[in-house]
């Protein structure tokens, strides 16, 4: 800045020097540590005197008042330069606390998912042990035998539930869901929803309307997954006998899957809780299986393909939980398209 103004642009003007140089060491101040600026202000101060306060190409000053300019422009660039520092320093403490709050919080969350896992596993695992032990008695009622089959059956479903939720937990955590796009029709994918979730949806009578009659271009897998958190959480939170709608359209770019339950609604206040890991409502059934992690995996599943989430309640009772995913829309047309 010395050779520009002094030699290129034939500069003199101490004031607007003086202020160039002041930028230059409040920058320096920023970027560095407090020496390195305060160097920069000496240097600044004797380029000052020796380029542009006369008598110019020496440290000698004539006028008093330029003593009394080049000192205050010292201590300018000095506290500057502090103040500047302080404030970096500052927002590094901020930082730091911050992090040391996400770690706190991601301590308190592997808390939680271990104390979660303990229960969720301990209660189909002594269920399954104690249908194993009546099958060994060798139960003469054959109706007994059966229902002791479909408890097997019943808590070993559950465990798969469990230990999928995990794995796709793990998989939204470390980044590692790659959505691939396929042909298909809406409906299929609510199908596969609700078959993934069947044991909660029982005794819920499912009203699907679909309002686009062509195919779309979604990952089938990850759409159905997301999907069936959200009946699983209607289904648990209805209650029982009350139907479940799964309202499904297309607006040209988007596919959009609505679900509306009979329940209570959602209590004000928990919209914000209600797509974090690990969070339970209140008021699910007694028998109910609930790991906390289904909301937060739908979010995950959907936010990996470009789309979101959200949730309300219904003016008519209950509350409606919609998925809306990025997809193209076609006519369904012949298999040879499949896949294009």
């Known amino acids: 800045m010395t050779a520009a103004y002094e030699a290129w642009l034939g500069l003199r003007n101490p004031t607007v020097v003086g202020l160039s140089y002041l930028m230059i060491v409040l ?59 302080m404030a970096r320093e500052r927002a590094r403490l901020v930082e730091e606390r911050q992090d040391a709050e996400r770690m706190r919080e991601r301590a308190e969350l592997k808390s939680a998912l271990l104390s979660s896992l303990g229960h969720d ?53 470390t980044g590692a869901v790659a959505p691939m796009l396929e042909w298909v029709h809406p409906a299929d994918i609510v199908d596969a929803a609700v078959q993934q979730v069947e044991q909660t949806l029982a005794g819920h009578p499912i009203d699907v309307q679909v309002a686009c009659a062509g195919e779309v271009r979604v990952d089938p897998r990850l759409t159905a997954a997301a ?63 609930r790991t906390g992690m289904g909301l937060a995996i739908t979010r995950g599943l959907t936010v990996a393909q470009g789309g979101r989430v959200s949730a309300e309640n219904h003016p008519q009772g209950g509350a409606v939980f919609t998925l809306t995913v990025p997809a193209d829309a076609r006519a369904a047309g012949p298999e040879d398209q499949e896949g294009s």
């Open 227 to 289: 999907l069936a958190h959200v009946l699983e959480n209607a289904g648990a939170y209805a209650p029982a006998g009350t139907p479940i709608t799964v309202s499904v359209g297309h607006d040209g770019s988007e596919l959009t899957l609505a679900v509306r339950d009979r329940g209570a609604g959602i209590a004000p206040g928990n919209q914000d809780n209600l797509f974090g890991q690990f969070y339970r409502g209140v008021g699910a059934g007694r028998g109910s299986f």
């Open 27 to 85: 920058l320096v101040a920023a970027a560095s540590t407090l020496r390195v600026a305060v160097a920069t202000s000496v240097v600044s101060v004797l380029a000052l005197n020796f380029f542009f306060l006369p008598p110019v190409r020496t440290l000698i000053l004539e006028d008093p008042e330029n003593w009394v300019a080049l000192f205050v422009f010292l201590v300018v660039s000095y506290v500057g330069s502090r103040l500047s520092v």
């Open 121 to 173: 596993l301990k209660t189909p695992l002594t269920a399954i042990a104690v249908a194993a032990d009546n099958l060994r008695t060798a139960l003469d009622d054959e109706g007994q035998r059966r229902e002791q089959l479909n408890i097997v059956r019943s808590e070993v479903a559950r465990l798969t539930r469990l230990v999928q939720d995990i794995v796709d937990m793990a998989r939204i955590e």
